[in-house]
């Protein structure tokens, strides 16, 4: 089981005078756990997503984001392992090796690229990702006997697509079958480009259908639940409690509404304001939110404080 936890967490925009955006922030998810958090605009749900994921638009100034990993979770890394090994500060770690670890970041406005097919894409997103982790979990000392030559390259120049441990087109194609089968999607969104001219909800399909193939230990899920109808919002819920039921992937959904925990029903739900976790609680604080709002919940720190 993964554990990803975040404490006292202070981050502000990066640049000179920037916006101090969160001031102590507590939480933690855990593997097969849905969190839901929830908060007015403002709050710092966003910040907090992108600041996980290692966003350098935000500067860390206090506080840790730790993900705590067991064995079982590096089953496909041939290494041998300490017990500290499996425990990774992710403000040491840039983006692409926080992805490689597990963490995934579902974008509120996917981009759309032209000229990228969906298959192409998730395939080098998943070589991407096998490749970054075992470079991890490599002992320093053999990395360096193993890949540095004469040359001075730290790996060779003429490496590419097919080296040796990246997944073959035949392999891949059965694998992202099997995915899409789990989310009930269409065979034939594979063979279209990136998010261009998707509907809002295949987008965010698209980033749930990500994170299935991707297999992340935790998937931060940013207002995924946009824009979308009611019956997009059910195939998108469904994508989710599949990715907790048949992955054991631990969801940390960020919302504005109940409405989406109608469908994924959450194990916790925070309340953030201020750049703060005000209140946390179960699945009823959502209820208690959707008919009161937010402002009994800031009238009860004001009252504690």
Known sequence: MAILEINNLHAEVAEEGGEHILRGVDLEVASGEIHALMGPNGSGKSTTAKVIAGHPAYEVTDGEIVLQLEEEDVADVDADLEEEDYRWNLLELEPNERAALGIFLGFQYPAEIEGVTMTSFLRQALNAKREEREELFEDEDDEADADEDESGYDSSPMEGPTDE???????????????????????????????????????????????????????????????????RLQDVSEGINALRDEQGTGILQITHYQRILEYVEPDHVHVMLDGQIAKSGGPELANELEDEGYDWVREEVYEAA
């Open 165 to 231: 441990g990246e997944i073959g087109v035949a392999e891949f194609q059965q694998l992202l079958k099997g995915k899409m089968d789990l989310l009930d999607m269409d065979e034939k969104f594979m063979q279209r480009y990136l998010n261009a001219g998707f509907s809002g909800g295949e987008k965010k399909q698209n980033e749930v259908l990500q994170a299935a193939l991707l297999e992340p230990a935790i998937a931060v899920l940013d207002e995924i639940d946009s824009g979308l109808d009611i019956d």
